[in-house]
């Protein structure tokens, strides 16, 4: 299956601090990539839909102006938590879609936020 | 909106033993159906992939099920082994649009 990166793959940081997670898919071109937020021991919840060269897409009681989402190219996606605090600390997640085959979904391997 | 389902929460098996797990979803207007596995800490291993013309899917020792109609999707697993332990998610993909929703998970402990 096609493959999908995040870096980092986990961050600490201080309260009031912003973070950068990138998203790559690394073998295929993603024109749609979403990005989750999954809490301890709960399901994942789509967050957006970053669609390349436009504004992305935010669900229902996402904040767009802290989680900043930027999808530059094909293959990068990046989401940017501004002025993080502790109830932001969370597993996320991004997925390519890969077009091109039976619409199929592939998963990044998470970043872990631990805001302090 | 769509809200997907699975049952059992968790559920604990001793080595050898087959099982099922239940999916089910309120809006049978899907594209697909896909079942994940989760470890703990760790992102998303796509297990299957079920087209909404589909009525099954199998690979190795897993086989995927779909009751569009009925809202239902059913993973089996044959033998299960220590190393199938981990969190399973089911997810839908409805007609219109491009994400996915998922499913609670289910929490699967094989005993040795």
């Known amino acids: 299956g096609a493959v999908v990166s995040q870096h980092p793959s986990w961050v600490i940081c201080k309260s009031g601090t912003s973070v950068k997670i990138e998203c790559r898919s690394l073998?295929?071109?993603?024109?749609?990539m979403f990005w989750y937020r999954q809490f301890p021991k709960q399901s994942l919840m789509l967050m957006a839909t970053s669609n390349e060269g436009s504004k992305a897409t935010y669900e229902q009681g996402v904040e767009k102006d802290k989680f900043l989402i930027n999808h530059a190219s094909l293959t990068l996606s990046t989401l940017t938590v501004t002025s993080a605090h502790p109830e932001d600390s969370s597993f996320y997640i991004c997925?390519?879609?890969?077009?091109?085959?039976?619409?199929?979904?592939?998963f990044g391997p998470g970043t872990r936020l631990t805001v302090l | 909106k769509q809200e997907v389902t699975q049952i059992p929460a968790a559920l604990s098996v001793p080595e050898g033993e087959n099982l099922v797990l239940n999916c089910s979803f309120t809006d049978s207007a899907i594209y697909n159906l896909q079942w994940f596995r989760q470890d703990p800490g760790k992102g998303l291993t796509s297990l299957l992939l079920?087209?909404?013309?589909?009525r099954e899917q199998t690979s190795g020792r897993l086989n995927a099920s779909l009751d569009k109609s009925s809202g239902r999707s059913t993973l089996y697993i044959a033998a299960s082994q220590p190393g199938d332990s981990a969190t399973y998610l089911c997810a839908v993909r409805p007609d219109t649009g491009n994400q996915f929703y998922f499913g609670t998970g289910t929490s699967l402990t094989v005993i040795p």
């Open positions: 079920i087209q909404s013309s589909q």
């Open positions: 997925s390519g879609f890969l077009l091109a085959s039976t619409n199929e979904q592939f």
């Open positions: 073998d295929f071109q993603a024109t749609t």
